[in-house]
């Protein structure tokens, strides 16, 4: 598998990234069935979704959460706007659940976003993985898969990985169930997380301070490529709360 960095110019907020993206790609060999990332926070900022801190009235649960977890005040109620649930928190972050996924501060952002201000991800990801998905089979005559992405992390380990908030375009989850292992034994559990997988490796790649990597192509993923839509297949890395190891045990 080979990941290729896409660097661009900064992009402002209310900048087309689909049309960015694609001039970029233009000037790429992309091939059926390879697969481009496109960071959240870009992907945000050029829709606008941008937030003044300043003009953001804390409520007193904000505010205590700010106290308990040393945050602006303004930035805990932005989080709890966005955030479907709080969770906890630790130092500098909460802990919330967005969209069916375990993230970071809902998903909003103050790195890479200018002073004052928080950037929060896309209006709808699905929507906009398949916009760029259709965009890029109409301009560049290729079948791909998109993953929009952003970063998270594994409970008890150090540091961040990536994970695709939304998928377009391929299957983001590989079921190995009923296959045999080396034994000729039956896999009885494992199904692999493709999606989040792939994020994190373009996430190696385009870093997370100033590299100006908001694209990433992936080639020779050999992922199956459908045209299930969107939502339907972000919604395959979405466990129930009664099967997932985590959420099952949160209160």
């Not at 965009?135 to 380990?157: C, M, Q, W, Y």
């Not at 992922?223 to 466990?239: C, E, F, G, N």
Request: with cysteine; hydrophobic share 40%; proline share 7%.
């Amino acid at each position: 598998m080979r990941v290729i960095p896409i660097r661009t110019p900064l992009i402002k907020p209310g900048e087309d990234v689909i049309d960015v993206l694609l001039v970029h790609l233009k000037h790429m060999r992309v091939h059926n069935g390879d697969v481009v990332s496109i960071s959240s926070k870009v992907a945000g900022l050029a829709e606008g979704r941008i937030v003044k801190l300043h003009s953001i009235l804390p409520r007193s649960h904000a505010r205590l959460m700010a106290r308990t977890y040393h945050l602006l005040p303004s930035f805990a109620q932005v989080v709890i706007d966005h955030a479907d649930r709080v969770i906890g928190g630790v130092p500098g972050t909460l802990i919330t659940l967005k969209n069916g996924i375990i993230v970071p501060n809902a998903g909003a952002d103050q790195s890479n976003a200018p002073p004052g201000f928080a950037i929060l991800w896309p209006k709808s990801p699905e929507v906009l993985a398949e916009k760029i998905r259709k965009a890029i089979r109409k301009e560049l005559h290729r079948n791909i898969g998109v993953i929009i992405t952003d970063s998270g992390f594994i409970p008890g380990r150090r540091g961040t990985v990536g994970i695709a908030i939304s998928v377009a375009g391929f299957d983001p989850v590989r079921d190995e169930r009923g296959k045999p292992d080396l034994f000729r034994r039956k896999m009885r559990l494992t199904r692999v997380n493709v999606a989040d997988s792939l994020a994190t490796a373009t996430q190696v790649v385009s870093g997370e301070r100033n590299e100006c990597i908001p694209f990433v192509l992936i080639k020779e993923s050999y992922v199956p490529l459908t045209s299930i839509p969107a939502k339907k297949l972000t919604r395959r890395l979405i466990m129930r709360r009664s099967q997932d190891l985590f959420k099952h045990h949160l209160t």
